[in-house]
């Protein structure tokens, strides 16, 4: 079946740092796939996405693109802050209405 | 506007008890969405609706009972949950059907049981 595989965290960066969060798929079809960020006692917030390959989603600094070939869509970001501490959600659609996230991956910035 | 509310934000109810969860979105979405999210986890998918009739149940326990009395209403009723029912209710909702669209996400009620 369809599935999503985030690297586990939690991932602690001081602020400024780069950042990157592996993300891999598998899925029949040719999936849309999404990062979406939850901040504390909050719901989820799109943060991009992306819907066909090598398509590159950005939004807010951070970026992903669609890879096909290795069916990743690993998230980015050159310069992170305190503010985005968080949880990232790796998710994708491959049909109909059922999204399938990953397990998320915890972001602590320190400042 | 690009939001989806929920209310209550907070809700403490008995195993006995009976009560309703709301959800409300004034996109023109015609999909809404019922998930569960434990802490620490990813949320897991309960029910869709799709222009106002059930297209998934995610084998919920019938203990959810998930009304779309309009395109922009959601409820989910609840009556005697059990502790483990405890979690954060997440309601999305999404222009139609198609695989590429955006679930735009309430903040949640947080829920629970005693």
């Known amino acids: 079946g369809d599935s999503v595989t985030q690297m586990e965290g939690p991932v602690t960066l001081s602020e400024e740092a780069f950042l990157t969060i592996n993300c891999t798929y598998t899925a029949t079809g040719y999936p849309s796939l999404f990062w979406y960020v939850q901040y504390p006692g909050e719901g989820l917030q799109l943060l991009l996405k992306a819907t066909k390959a090598d398509d590159k989603g950005s939004n807010k600094g951070f970026e992903a693109t669609y890879r096909k070939e290795t069916t990743s869509f690993h998230l980015e970001k050159g310069s992170v802050q305190v503010s985005d501490s968080a949880v990232y959600f790796c998710a994708l659609i491959a049909g109909g209405f059922k999204t399938i996230f990953g397990a998320g991956t915890r972001l602590f910035v320190k400042a | 506007d690009t939001e989806v509310t929920q209310t209550p934000k907070h809700l403490v109810m008995g195993m006995t008890n009976k009560k309703s969860l709301k959800c409300e979105q004034h996109?023109?979405?015609?999909?809404m969405y019922w998930y569960k999210q434990k802490a620490k986890k990813p949320p897991e998918l309960m029910f869709v609706?799709?222009?106002?009739?059930?297209?998934i149940n995610e084998s919920v326990p019938s203990r959810f009972s998930p009304e779309c009395p309009n395109s922009s209403l959601l409820n989910l009723h609840l009556h005697a949950l059990q502790p483990e029912d405890s979690a954060l209710y997440l309601c999305?909702?999404?222009?139609?059907?198609?695989?590429?669209?955006?679930?735009?996400f309430g903040p949640g009620t947080r829920l629970t049981v005693l």
């Open positions: 609706y799709s222009y106002e009739k059930l297209s």
């Open positions: 996109m023109g979405h015609r999909a």
């Open positions: 999305a909702s999404s222009q139609e059907d198609a695989s590429t669209d955006t679930q735009y």
